[in-house]
């Protein structure tokens, strides 16, 4: 067992199951290399993901939402290219899923491909914080 685990086990911490999912699935989505990505902060509410992706079409790009679960995918359509012979090879041409689990509230803002970049905006909307009183009623 490994210390997260350990931490979610605790009696005072009800309903986090789904919350030690997420982490595992992250902790194996790091583990990936391919494509290279930076995430930065820009400012108290927005963090922009850049994704290297060149050599790759917009219409070969995904970017979609389900969940808390942001999934990047590039797919190449190698069909109906020339073959062509490569002296050297050093620009990936393979596709890939790249994902990242997302803090509750943030909202992708958009998407943009610029110069073989794949920036994807991500924002957090101020919230209202409200206080609700439960009643508490007699047997």
Not at 5 to 32: C, M, N, Q, V, Y
Not at 56 to 76: D, M, Y
Request: hydrophobic share 40%.
């Amino acid at each position: 067992m490994t210390a997260r685990t350990l931490l979610f086990d605790s009696p005072f911490l009800l309903g986090f199951d789904h919350t030690r999912a997420l982490i595992d699935r992250a902790a194996k989505a790091a583990a990936e290399s391919y494509p290279p990505y930076n995430v930065e902060q820009l400012g108290e509410a927005a963090v922009r993901i850049t994704l290297a992706v060149a050599g790759f079409t917009p219409e070969e790009l995904s970017v979609t939402v389900e969940g808390r679960q942001l999934t990047i995918t590039g797919k190449r359509d190698d069909a109906g290219r020339d073959p062509q012979a490569f002296l050297h090879r050093g620009i990936a041409a393979r596709g890939f899923v790249r994902s990242f689990v997302l803090a509750d509230g943030l909202e992708i803002a958009g998407a943009r491909l610029e110069h073989g970049l794949l920036h994807v905006e991500l924002v957090r909307p101020e919230q209202e914080r409200s206080v609700r009183r439960i009643p508490i009623t007699t047997g």
